[in-house]
């Protein structure tokens, strides 16, 4: 067998497509990573070298030691994982601290896992512990219309939440808890990541102002729709204010309250001012 006969790598190649066929994935944009489960690594540990270097992760995840992780690779692109999975991606392990990893497999053509390992290895750490270990998936995209917003919306949660609650009905229900916003930042270290991982603490979803999102999810269809659901949801949003910076009619307060009791989710009031 190989390891990109794995289900999970599957389902890890079939996402990191779909996100290059959204158009999120310009040259190297964006990054996915998935916390492999136990089964994973018994499935595929046999093709796994345990003998190359240890190198230092940024930062310090010391509840994710000794866990494996399948990663897109840094400078690779979204668009070639379906067509060459094995130098697009690896899967590494952590040490014993959370400071270290090893890549046991992948980026055939030399190379490191993705600048944003910081931020997704704490995304991670943060999320596990949230959702019970529940949550496996990390992906971090470059999303057009959810970008053009941070250059016009202020850059504040509880105005994302709301505006792109307002969007579909659907949105308070797949997004409940609401997004958090990080102001802009250099990527690709332990400060942005430090912020982000704060903000999943609250929420699920991350944008990054002038940049792009951070999503997390339990599977790789729960992650990749949550992301899909909120561009999709600011596209809405860029082409109402294309045609008008007033609506005419919206969803109200009242009526996301009315959403939650029938669907029974909770909807923090700071979401639901009155404008
Ligand atoms: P990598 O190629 O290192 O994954 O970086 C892409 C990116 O989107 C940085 O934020
Ligand atoms: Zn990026």
Excluded at 165 to 184: D, K, L, N, R
Aim: charge should be negative.
């Amino acid at each position: 067998m190989k390891i990109t006969d794995a289900k999970f790598a599957e389902g890890f190649i079939r996402m990191a497509n779909d996100g290059w066929e959204q158009g999120w994935h310009e040259r190297n944009g964006g990054n996915l990573s998935y916390r492999m489960k136990d089964e994973d690594v018994a499935e595929v540990k046999s093709l796994l070298k345990e003998d190359g270097p240890w190198n230092e992760i940024g930062t310090s995840v010391p509840d994710l030691a000794g866990e494996y992780f399948m990663v897109t690779g840094s400078g690779k692109y979204f668009r070639n994982v379906i067509l060459d999975p094995e130098n697009s991606c690896c899967i590494v392990k952590l040490d014993d601290k959370g400071e270290k990893y090893q890549i046991q497999w992948g980026l055939v053509n030399g190379g490191r896992p993705t600048s944003e390992l910081p931020s997704h290895l704490m995304n991670h750490e943060v999320k596990k512990k949230a959702s019970g270990g529940k949550h496996r998936v990390i992906y971090h995209a470059h999303t057009t219309n959810v970008i053009a917003l941070t250059f016009v919306l202020p850059l504040e949660d509880e105005v994302f939440t709301r505006e792109l609650w307002e969007m579909a009905t659907e949105c308070p229900v797949v997004f409940p808890s609401g997004i958090g916003v990080v102001g802009w930042m250099v990527p690709g270290g332990r400060d942005i990541a430090v912020a982000t991982s704060e903000l999943m603490k609250k929420y699920d979803v991350a944008i990054w102002a002038h940049h792009g999102m951070f999503a997390s999810g339990e599977d790789f269809d729960l992650t990749f729709g949550l992301m899909h659901t909120v561009e999709k949801s600011a596209e809405i949003l860029v082409k109402t204010l294309s045609m008008s910076p007033t609506k005419l009619q919206t969803i109200t307060p009242q009526n996301f309250r009315d959403l939650a009791v029938d669907f029974n989710v909770e909807l923090p009031e700071k979401f639901l001012y009155e404008k």
